[in-house]
């Protein structure tokens, strides 16, 4: 569909733009800080799934509503949460990291964690396999490719780069934002959702419940641990922003139920805001109140 290969396109130069803002210096470092990348590895892949069968089980939502919200929770966070921590000078590098991280493990805890999923809501699981060459190949060419040939650009014309730093950030921002509105707006016969109200009014309060608890729970744990005020605001940012393109790859084309991929489309419609204001409010509030304990 052209809306997906838009989305593709614009997750590419969202990735050179936090790329161009790099050196290669702050990747190594990260070697360095062990328990950062251990922590948000155990809460995106563990803590999230366990807290979302919690919740999921306490709510009247359908089989297929329910399900739809677990592989959400598998999916953990893509590009746009490396946006967020770029936009509110976290510790990118940590953000990166961990998506480079994470998408290779879900090689294997998605497939295995919605079979569990599938065979516990509906009593019949079905094995699927993530197209392995597709996963590598978007790691590559989204992820990857982009951010090596922005610190490659950065080294070469650092005088360009910086003049098109701010266009490039907020036009970014502003494609992907009206991207995702034509997929949620458009008909399903045009590769959009033919969502109706009454499953949003459905499904929001649970997906937001979600989406808070797990974006508040993870920071303030990562403060227990870290020093780092940083990574701990980018590993609240990493476990509240979930993948939702990866999601609707799982649920519409691998399971072929779009019912399913409905709660990650209500989920896109407010997690990159309320992540953005919490990473914001965190990233300067957060620093004050621990230095005000130490004082």
Known sequence: MLIDILISFVLGLIMFTIGSSLKPGQFWAIAKRPTAVALGLILQMLFLPLMTFAL???????????????????????????????????????????????????????????YLTLNYFTGAGEAIKLPVGLT?????????????????????????????????????????????????????????????????????????????????LSYYLAKGMLANHNACVTIGIEVGLQNTTLTLLITSTLLGSEQMAKPALVYALFSFFTTFAFAFMTKRFGRIHRLDNKG
């Not at 677990?70 to 961990?98: E, H």
């Not at 005088?159 to 509105?181: E, G």
């Not at 459905?202 to 974006?215: G, Q």
Request: hydrophobic share 55%.
């Open 136 to 216: 590598l190949t978007k790691v590559i060419f989204i992820i990857l490719l982009p951010v090596v040939v922005g610190m490659w650009v950065r080294r070469k014309i650092p005088k360009l780069v910086a003049k098109l730093q701010s266009p490039l950030k907020y036009s970014s921002i502003i494609l992907l934002f009206l991207i995702f509105t034509i997929k949620f707006l458009a008909p399903s016969s045009q590769g959009g959702s033919g969502i109706t109200w009454s499953e949003i009014e459905a499904i929001l309060p649970v997906a937001l419940s979600m989406h808070f608890v797990a974006m508040v």
């Open 56 to 114: 999921v089980n306490m709510t009247q939502l359908s089989a297929e509503f329910k399900i739809g919200l677990m592989i959400l929770s598998f999916c953990p966070g893509g590009t746009t949460a490396n946006l967020v921590s770029y936009l509110v000078n976290a510790d990118v590098p940590l953000s990166i990291y961990l998506t480079s991280l994470n998408s290779f493990l879900i090689l294997v805890t998605v497939p295995f964690f919605t």
